[in-house]
C-alpha cells in the first residue's frame, strides 16, 4: 500500500507543478473558461487577469517543490510510520494551496482599486 500512498501524497503537488509551469509558459487567454484564476476583479481588468496568472505561477511553482520535496523526504524517511500521518501531509498541502490563493487576492486587491490606481475594483 505504501506506493499508492505515496503517489496519492505527491498528487497535489504535482499538480501545482504542471499548473504553474502551463500558466509560466501560456496564461489562459482573458476571461477564458476552464482552468484560470477567475474572480470578479480578474473578469473586470485584463491587468488584474495578466497579473494574477504571473504571480500563481511563480507561487505555485514554488509551494510545488517545497511541499512536494517535504513530502517525499517525509514518506521516505518515516516509511515504517507512513500509514500515522498521510493524511496530515494532505492537509498541509491544501493549507499551503489556500493560502497561496489568499495572498494573490490580497495582493490583487491591494494592487487594483480605485485609490491606489485609479482601476475600478
Not at 473558461?33 to 511553482?61: F, I, N, V
Request: hydrophobic content about 50%.
Amino acid at each position: 500500500m505504501y506506493p499508492f500512498y505515496f503517489a496519492v501524497v505527491m498528487l497535489a503537488p504535482a499538480a501545482m507543478l504542471i499548473v504553474g509551469l502551463m500558466w509560466k509558459i501560456s496564461p489562459p487567454p482573458y476571461q477564458s473558461q476552464g482552468l484560470a484564476y477567475s474572480t470578479e476583479l480578474t473578469r473586470k481588468d485584463p491587468d488584474a487577469w495578466a497579473t494574477a496568472h504571473r504571480h500563481c505561477a511563480s507561487l505555485w511553482l514554488r509551494i510545488g517543490i517545497l511541499s512536494g520535496g517535504a513530502s517525499a523526504f517525509l514518506m521516505v524517511y518515516f516509511k515504517e510510520s507512513y500509514s500515522s500521518f498521510w493524511m496530515w501531509l494532505i492537509v498541509g498541502q491544501m493549507v499551503l494551496f489556500c493560502v497561496s490563493v489568499f495572498m494573490v487576492d490580497l495582493f490583487l486587491k491591494n494592487t487594483f482599486t480605485d485609490s491606489d490606481s485609479g482601476k475600478s475594483e
